[in-house]
């Protein structure tokens, strides 16, 4: 167990819904990650927050809004995606953002836009 | 700019035979790179992470890596593969600037036969 837990893991929406995937870490981390995993390409980051903080935002489209109230909990809202936005979204959590600390990654929830 | 290629997509050996999984890397400085494990409906594990303390690293579950800077090459290694080791492995370097980065490989994926 990673200690990193996402929600839910299976989501399919159409292009007009609004949904969110939820990810929190019980770790005592400061800092969370999103990424986007989709097949044939390498894992991508999309979103950094550190101290809940937004530090990196990767030219992610705006339908993709990301959310951190405390360093515990992070959201993903998504809002009139596109077929090719299908993919596996996985979360990640470090004790802080120095160099060389290990990110624990969620299980990960596989989106379907229909 | 900095960045790992996976040289192979698959590999296949049997079970208790050696394995080899090869990542070249490309990095204006002394990099920083680590080995991902990603088992079916998982969250990716880190397997082990080059420092620079050590140019042979061991990690878990008796994976060993040697960062070899004269070919770029930073190869993970196993003695002798289990069933339980078949998953997808990625090659990841950390950039050198900014936040903690981290820039994966496309991955390999490894099959274990009985």
Not at chain 2, 20 to 45: A, D, E, I, T
Not at chain 2, 80 to 98: I, N, P, Q, W
């Amino acid at each position: 167990e990673t200690g990193v837990t996402q929600t839910p893991r299976h989501l399919v929406m159409g292009m007009t819904n609004k949904k969110s995937l939820k990810c929190e870490q019980h770790l005592g981390h400061n800092a969370m990650y999103w990424y986007k995993q989709s097949a044939k390409k390498p894992l991508e980051l999309m979103f950094v927050y550190s101290l809940e903080e937004r530090v990196e935002n990767n030219s992610v489209p705006s339908r993709f809004s990301p959310e951190c109230p405390n360093s515990s909990h992070l959201f993903l809202h998504l809002h009139t995606l596109q077929p090719e936005d299908s993919a596996l979204y996985l979360c990640a959590s470090s004790p802080g953002t120095g160099p060389l600390l290990e990110q624990y990654f969620g299980p990960g929830t596989r989106l379907t836009v229909t | 700019a900095q960045s790992v290629t996976q040289l192979d997509s698959h590999v296949s050996v049997s079970e208790g035979t050696p394995v080899l999984l090869r990542c070249n890397y490309s990095s204006s400085y002394s990099p920083s790179l680590f080995w991902y494990v990603q088992h079916p409906n998982k969250g990716l594990q880190l397997l082990l992470k080059y420092t620079s303390a050590a140019t042979l690293v061991k990690g878990i579950n008796g994976f060993e890596a040697e960062f070899k800077k004269s070919e770029t090459s930073f190869h993970l290694t196993k003695p002798s593969a289990h069933m339980s080791d078949a998953a997808e492995y990625f090659c990841v370097v950390r950039l050198s600037t900014g936040f903690q980065k981290l820039v994966f490989g496309t991955g390999t994926r490894l099959l274990v036969s009985p």
